[in-house]
């Protein structure tokens, strides 16, 4: 009898388990989730940077000594316990701390930063003569464009409470609510800084030595700052001198005072000198400022009588019972103030 060849069997392939097939997918897309991640917490540790090498620049320099970074999956978030500080508040060098701050970014979107601080901050000057601690109960810092766009900055805060001494002088103030945004903006000869500024319900020291002791006051300043193109390696004289050689200058649409029946409102622009002195001109138009003029030395009446004058030429008029509306010019000449026709004896100190 013929034989038939055998043939061998064939093991059959195992197939795999539809479970380690995803398994496998959410390993490999947790993996690249989590290096999507990282790339955009370094970015945004790369823009906080930017920023802190920015308050450098105008010689204020924070550090934070133990950073975590936080947020994973869905966001990026970096906590400071204890900040520090260390530069120029108003020109004079102090050394500070903060409670804490929180720092979130989108993931989406991680220069887009959103900065919330713990209160209080408490300082001291360097040469321990002043101390003080501002206090709040909500502060809000968005930060926007840094290290490579424009930049854009808004403060948002809340009951804010400033006291502190000077030796045997105690010193404080309040606001209510602050608001203040600044944004940087290319034009033809340089960048420009618009900033806006709005205090309402402020009782604060420099109102106060003006004013004299009063009602809380609401306050508000809109502005922009031509040749803005401050380097973060120099310090902040070195950057006024090279903006005030460009051709800097401050131009304030609108600045406004109301505290009661004390109105006061002006428009205009500054500059500094090769000395660091102001020169400068503003249009103003104020009512319930007689007392303070008397009190620096200028004559109310003789205000009175000119800008009586002067707003019949102008259109403009008073109605019966009101307030007396002064339109006066406000000149600054190498720091000295001329109000009106009136040259003062008052004389600004250099900027710096």
Not at 177 to 196: E, H, M, P, S
Not at 228 to 237: M, S
């Amino acid at each position: 009898m013929e034989s038939r060849p055998t043939i061998a069997a064939v093991p059959a392939r195992k197939r795999v388990s539809p479970l380690l097939w995803l398994l496998g997918l959410l390993i490999v897309a947790g993996l690249g989730w989590s290096g999507f991640w990282a790339f955009a917490a370094s970015q945004t540790g790369q823009a906080l940077e930017a920023w802190v090498a920015r308050e450098k620049t105008f010689g204020r320099i924070w550090s934070c000594p133990n950073p975590k970074i936080g947020g994973y999956p869905t966001a990026i978030a970096i906590t400071c316990p204890s900040p520090r500080f260390d530069g120029l508040i108003f020109g004079h060098t102090y050394s500070g701390t903060l409670q804490g701050f929180y720092v979130t970014a989108p993931l989406m979107q991680p220069r887009d930063i959103s900065v919330s601080a713990d209160s209080p901050f408490a300082a001291v000057s360097k040469d321990d003569k002043v101390n003080f601690q501002l206090a709040w109960s909500h502060l809000n810092v968005r930060l926007n464009g840094l290290p490579q766009d424009l930049w854009q900055a808004a403060v948002d805060g809340r009951d804010f409470v400033l006291h502190g001494g000077a030796g045997a002088l105690a010193f404080g103030g309040k606001v209510n609510d602050a608001v203040i945004t600044a944004a940087q903006r290319a034009g033809q000869d340089g960048q420009t800084l618009d900033f806006n500024v709005i205090l309402n319900g402020a009782t604060l020291p420099a109102i106060d030595q003006i004013l004299g002791p009063g009602t809380p006051a609401d306050v508000a300043a809109q502005g922009s700052v031509t040749k803005a193109d401050f380097e973060t390696g120099l310090t902040p004289g070195q950057n006024l001198d090279r903006w005030q050689a460009a051709g800097g200058r401050v131009t304030l649409a609108s600045v406004s005072l109301t505290r009661g029946d004390t109105k006061f409102v002006a428009r205009g622009s500054f500059a500094l000198n090769a000395a660091h002195r102001v020169d400068g001109h503003f249009d103003t138009k104020s009512s319930g400022l007689e007392p303070v003029m008397q009190h620096y030395g200028i004559d109310p009446g003789l205000l009175s009588f000119g800008a009586l004058l002067g707003n019949l030429l102008s259109g403009h008029s008073n109605e019966p019972q009101q307030p007396t509306v002064l339109h006066l010019p406000v000149d600054i000449d190498d720091g000295r103030i001329a109000v009106g026709p009136i040259r003062t004896s008052l004389k600004l100190p250099p900027a710096y």
